[in-house]
């Protein structure tokens, strides 16, 4: 079992994001001829699942377009750094660590959401079913596993530590741990941790083995919301515009067909996927899979979906109040899902275009 990884500060991501603001070239003209442009994609996966890139391409909506697999990930954050460097040609993150990593003047726009949160696609903070911890002051001095610091999982965990009244030197004791998703319901069996964030197919498996309960879930916190979006570095949309809109709005035709399929097909064309693309996982977890949770139509992007983390990392002095904006995060441009008839000339082109 991997280690765990204790962080010498909650906000230990900010080193890491502090990298991304290299410099980058701008390119010449408005665009790289259609000839020119990159028709493969290079991305980080995510072990045991099937992101909505690999959904799409299976599905032919990427047409031309091919996906190249470089390794997999379990940090938002690090996958958007490495689409700020250029290592890969897109990464997604939780939307907090996007206005964090573009506070920093990283060179990279969102493009569409490809996560959320609804009934079925939620995160739980999960405790032993004989657990003394039963409200948000009994987690002071208590470790709580999650996949990454400084995203979705420690945002929701703020949140509900603060609307329960802890005060911010209480947030400080509670320790929040790096927990590899595939280890933390044994983390949490064996007592490493004593909360442990599950989501989806983990959550589900976990849930059907019994001996835990649920804490709180980010569903009870805040409803449906889309919570996570796709990046791509300023200089690959000016120069790869054609490839760019190929990609998202392959990407929101593969969520509007997960959206209107049968639960149980969806789930057979992943399962085909993981098959088919041999890189030695199991499928059984699939079986589980409920919904992506993307809110919005096609994945779409709205100044709501960041303003709400804009404000949580101003009050946690992340970022000052008035340092970003949300129009001038995101551009729905390449997004040309449902819009029959209307050339992409006639879309918004600034970031502030919605």
Same mark, same amino acid.
């Given at each position: 079992?991997?280690?765990?990884?204790?962080?010498?500060?909650?906000?230990?991501?900010?080193? #890491?994001? $502090?990298?991304?603001?290299?410099?980058?070239?701008?390119?010449?003209?408005? $665009?790289?001829?259609?000839?020119?442009?990159?028709?493969?994609?290079?991305?980080?996966?995510?072990?045991?699942?099937?992101?909505?890139?690999?959904?799409?391409?299976?599905?032919?909506?990427?047409?031309?377009?091919? #996906?190249?697999?470089?390794?997999?990930?379990?940090? +938002?954050?690090?996958?958007?750094?490495?689409?700020?460097?250029?290592?890969?040609?897109?990464? !997604?993150?939780?939307?907090?660590?996007?206005?964090?990593?573009?506070?920093?003047?990283? /060179?990279?726009?969102?493009?569409?959401?490809?996560?959320?949160?609804?009934?079925?696609?939620?995160?739980?903070?999960?405790?032993?079913?004989?657990?003394?911890?039963?409200?948000?002051?009994?987690?002071?001095?208590?470790?709580?596993?999650?996949?990454?610091?400084?995203?979705?999982?420690?945002?929701?965990?703020?949140?509900?530590?603060?609307?329960?009244?802890?005060?911010?030197?209480?947030?400080?004791?509670?320790?929040?741990?790096?927990?590899?998703?595939?280890?933390?319901?044994?983390?949490?069996?064996?007592?490493?941790?004593?909360?442990?964030?599950?989501?989806?197919?983990?959550?589900?498996?976990?849930?059907?083995? !019994?001996?835990?309960?649920?804490?709180?879930?980010?569903?009870?916190?805040?409803?449906?919301?889309?919570?996570?979006?796709?990046?791509?570095? =300023?200089?690959?949309?000016?120069? %790869?515009?054609?490839?760019?809109?190929?990609?998202?709005?392959?990407?929101?035709?593969?969520?509007?067909?997960?959206?209107?399929?049968?639960? =149980?097909?969806?789930?057979?064309?992943?399962?085909?996927?993981?098959?088919?693309?041999?890189? %030695?996982?199991?499928?059984?977890?699939?079986?589980?899979?409920?919904?992506?949770?993307?809110?919005?139509?096609? +994945?779409?992007?709205?100044?709501?979906?960041?303003?709400?983390?804009?404000?949580?990392?101003?009050?946690?002095?992340?970022?000052?109040? $008035?340092?970003?904006?949300?129009?001038?995060?995101?551009?729905?441009?390449?997004?040309?899902?449902?819009? /029959?008839?209307?050339?992409?000339?006639?879309?918004?082109?600034?970031?502030?275009?919605?």
């Amino acid at each position: 079992m991997s280690t765990l990884i204790s962080p010498s500060s909650r906000r230990q991501f900010l080193t #890491l994001l $502090g990298l991304s603001a290299v410099a980058v070239s701008c390119g010449s003209g408005g $665009g790289g001829a259609a000839k020119d442009q990159t028709k493969t994609l290079r991305y980080q996966g995510w072990a045991g699942s099937v992101i909505l890139p690999e959904l799409a391409e299976d599905l032919g909506f990427l047409d031309d377009v091919k #996906l190249k697999w470089v390794g997999n990930t379990i940090s +938002g954050p690090q996958d958007i750094q490495s689409a700020a460097t250029g290592q890969v040609d897109f990464g !997604g993150a939780f939307n907090g660590a996007v206005v964090k990593l573009a506070a920093r003047k990283a /060179p990279i726009t969102a493009v569409i959401s490809y996560y959320g949160v609804d009934k079925a696609a939620y995160n739980g903070f999960y405790v032993l079913k004989d657990s003394p911890i039963h409200s948000a002051r009994d987690l002071i001095g208590q470790k709580v596993g999650m996949n990454t610091l400084g995203a979705h999982s420690e945002a929701m965990l703020d949140i509900y530590l603060q609307r329960h009244g802890l005060s911010q030197a209480d947030l400080k004791k509670v320790e929040p741990l790096v927990v590899p998703p595939v280890n933390t319901e044994q983390s949490l069996r064996q007592k490493q941790i004593q909360v442990g964030v599950l989501g989806d197919i983990l959550r589900d498996k976990a849930l059907q083995t !019994g001996g835990i309960r649920p804490l709180f879930t980010d569903y009870q916190l805040l409803g449906n919301f889309s919570a996570g979006t796709y990046v791509v570095s =300023d200089r690959f949309l000016k120069e %790869n515009p054609d490839t760019a809109r190929t990609f998202v709005t392959g990407v929101a035709r593969a969520i509007e067909w997960a959206r209107a399929t049968p639960r =149980d097909e969806v789930i057979a064309r992943q399962v085909e996927i993981v098959k088919k693309r041999g890189r %030695n996982e199991g499928t059984a977890p699939l079986k589980y899979w409920k919904s992506f949770g993307v809110a919005e139509t096609a +994945g779409r992007i709205t100044d709501k979906e960041l303003q709400l983390w804009i404000d949580w990392l101003a009050q946690r002095g992340d970022i000052e109040k $008035g340092q970003v904006k949300a129009s001038d995060l995101y551009t729905n441009e390449f997004n040309a899902y449902g819009r /029959p008839g209307k050339s992409p000339a006639a879309e918004p082109t600034s970031k502030s275009g919605s």
